[in-house]
């Protein structure tokens, strides 16, 4: 059994493809959806991992091995990250961003980042992945404190999402390639 603290509104889940899959198809009948080709933005160098489009105007894109980087309203490139990868102690990579539901008034974030559990590189490969809250200031983010801990990450192979859910919980979905008793499959 592992080890994940919690505290609320935040629920971590595991979702397979099947039930993104039927999350997807039970969007409303008549919902837009996108059309055309694509149309670039902005350039930024590294892995842009996510994207978290700011109501009223605005883009943070979120860099895995990076930091996070904001497009104003207009998609320029703001000349500074909105976050530097450093501001949260042996932080290795990035797996997403969601914007509180009331993000216009209270200007919180959530951000699912995977830590080194021995940062001096003495022993085993390992890590642990975490949520953390984060305040918004214009386009930049602020650590205001983690949410919880202790999603077991290999630092390579591991993967994760987020995303608000009309309840207004925080659901987070993670996998790793390399712990397959974790992986969740539909029974045949």
Sequence with gaps: MRRVRRRPPVLAVGLSSVLLV?????????????VGGPVPI??????????????G????????DGGILYLDAQDR???TPALVRTAIPDVRKLLGLALAPDFPESGLA?????????????G???????????????????????VFDGIDSDLSHDGGR??????????????????PPDRRTRPR
């Design 77 to 79: 490139l703001a000349p």
């Design 162 to 179: 987020m995303v608000f859910g009309p309840d207004g919980h925080l659901y987070v979905s993670t996998g790793d390639i390399h712990h």
């Design 110 to 122: 959530y951000l699912y980042a995977v830590r080194s559990t021995d940062p001096d590189g003495s």
């Design 124 to 146: 085993p490969a390992t890590g642990e992945s975490g949520i953390w809250r984060l305040r918004a200031s214009g386009g930049t983010l602020q650590v205001v404190g983690q």
């Design 42 to 55: 902005a350039t930024v160098s590294g892995t842009p991992w996510e994207m978290a489009v700011v109501p």
């Design 22 to 34: 039927a999350l997807l198809a039970a969007a409303p009948p008549g919902a837009a959806l996108p």
């Design 57 to 64: 105007g605005g883009t943070f894109v979120v860099q895995r």
